[in-house]
């Protein structure tokens, strides 16, 4: 019995390393039928500003599996990212990027790297919620919930213990995002507590992120948010070797996506020197997941001895250590030719049938929610004093002005003649104490229309469980 699989061609060099990719999976005999679906660039530039046909959808809902080459999303024009959208409505909530060395094969100052980047894959900046507030100011908003959070982190804890890793390493920056970031460490700590047998360590991204381009070999799972992880994990390809040699597997519940880490590169599209490895890699961890461990063996072990007798297309190739700067056709049919052979220098794969990681979220119980205040934002071109006179006596019941704050720094009270002021401002009202009801909101809005000030948002401000659910303004 055949499995279907959705392909995706993609653009710029994804044609060229797809049909490569094919090839090799047909030769090897894996078990697969392919059915091609029109996604990227010629679908947005159809006029559809998602780049997916409805009709692809169901295909992809029928196969639950997509093997994707590289796509462009245009620039400008409202065009929202491809890759985003099918990861979050096929909920892949887990980017698994394993990166490793081929030395000597492959030049490296990290012989002994072999990590693993699991990122969160539908959350933080990546919602791709923004606006613009003010002629000056624009806004992302970064999400992160629990649920996601604990989502991954079990995910890479549950990977390690199954694939015998040894550690599992969390990266975020909650010395400034201390809610947000400061979510996904909490989590991260309470759950390390379930697995004794797996050591953990916690990095700050930006130290992390140094260690990584210049120790990798310290680390063994890392687990991050998604934008971070989006960034390490082409730091971590690069120092191993090559972006052009790392595969990336997107795992839901019920769907899995497979590509290469890079993108579509239209600089070198049809030129026939595009490096195949990363999607053919990226293949090797679909028939993995499909239970296609003969195939897998075969396809990495001939892809191994390939790179071991110095076959390297240019992106890899280094004289003194490479043997022959190939075309991806040349690298194509040489691993085809090592199909069945095993590598002699580098360490040869022998795949076992991969164990499914099952996630299973721990119930929780709602925490009370109290609101206790607002922020104002507003698009004001004066100074800080100018504006906290026309506010600062506004009062209902218990609820005043505690501060105005500029790009987030306090400037109000006590302000500082040397700070720059844009023209995006936020007044934030509390309630000594008590608990600050919806209606005195909508008076306190009323009340800056009557003294035409141009309100561009609100945030409430909340308690939970009699703890602040919102940040401090700096310097308050």
């Not at 990590?115 to 992160?144: F, P, S």
């Not at 009270?413 to 600050?436: A, K």
Request: hydrophobic share 40%; proline share 3%.
């Amino acid at each position: 019995m055949t499995i279907e699989v959705a392909v995706a061609r993609g653009d710029g060099i994804g044609p060229e390393i797809m049909d490569s990719t094919l090839e090799i999976l047909k030769k090897v005999g894996a078990p697969l039928s392919f059915t091609e679906i029109e996604i990227g660039e010629k679908v947005y530039l159809s006029g559809n500003t998602s780049g997916i046909a409805k009709e692809t959808w169901d295909v992809l809902k029928r196969t639950k599996i997509l093997l994707k080459a590289p796509i462009t999303t245009p620039q400008g024009g409202g065009y929202k990212s491809l890759n985003v959208t099918i990861r979050k409505t096929l909920g892949l909530f887990a980017n698994v990027r394993p990166c490793r060395s081929y030395s000597p094969a492959v030049k490296t100052s990290f012989p002994k790297m072999d990590l693993v980047i699991i990122r969160e894959n539908e959350e933080d900046l990546y919602a791709g919620i923004e606006h613009r507030q003010t002629d000056e100011t624009y806004q992302c908003l970064k999400l992160v919930t629990r649920s996601g959070c604990e989502r991954i982190i079990r995910y890479a804890f549950e990977y390690a213990l199954i694939n015998g890793r040894k550690k599992v390493t969390c990266m975020t920056k909650d010395n400034i995002m201390k809610l947000t970031d400061g979510l996904f460490h909490k989590v991260f700590n309470e759950v390390a507590l379930e697995y004794p047998t797996i050591q953990n360590d916690h990095y700050i991204i930006d130290i992390g992120a140094a260690r990584l381009a210049t120790d990798p070999e310290r680390f063994d799972v890392i687990v991050t948010l998604n934008l971070y992880g989006d960034i390490i994990s082409d730091i971590a390809a690069e120092v191993a070797g090559s972006v052009g040699l790392a595969g990336s597997a997107n795992i839901g519940t019920s769907f899995s996506m497979f590509e290469a880490i890079h993108g579509s590169a239209p600089d070198i599209a049809g030129k026939n020197i595009a490096n195949p490895s990363a999607l053919l890699m990226g293949s090797v961890m679909m028939l993995l997941h499909l239970g296609l461990a003969k195939e897998a063996t075969q396809v990495q072990n001939a892809l191994l001895k390939t790179l071991e007798e110095g076959y390297h297309t240019g992106d890899i190739f280094e004289e003194g250590v490479s043997k022959k700067k190939v075309s991806t056709k040349e690298f194509t049919e040489q691993i085809l030719a090592n199909l069945g052979q095993k590598p002699k220098i580098l360490a040869e794969v022998n795949f076992a049938t991969e164990k499914k990681v099952d996630i299973k979220l721990k119930d929780r119980a709602k925490e009370k929610k109290d609101l206790v205040g607002v922020d104002v934002f507003v698009d004001w071109s004066k100074d800080a004093d100018q504006l906290a006179a026309k506010i600062k006596d506004f009062k209902i019941g218990e609820l005043s002005l505690k501060m105005i704050t500029n790009r987030g720094l306090k400037v109000w009270p006590d302000t500082n003649p040397d700070t720059i002021y844009t023209d995006h401002w936020r007044c934030r009202f509390e309630v000594s104490t008590g608990i600050l009801k919806h209606e005195d909101v909508i008076k306190l809005l009323g009340f800056f229309n009557d003294q035409q000030i141009d309100f561009i948002k609100t945030e409430h401000l909340y308690n939970f469980s009699g703890v602040h659910g919102y940040s401090m303004g700096q310097g308050q």
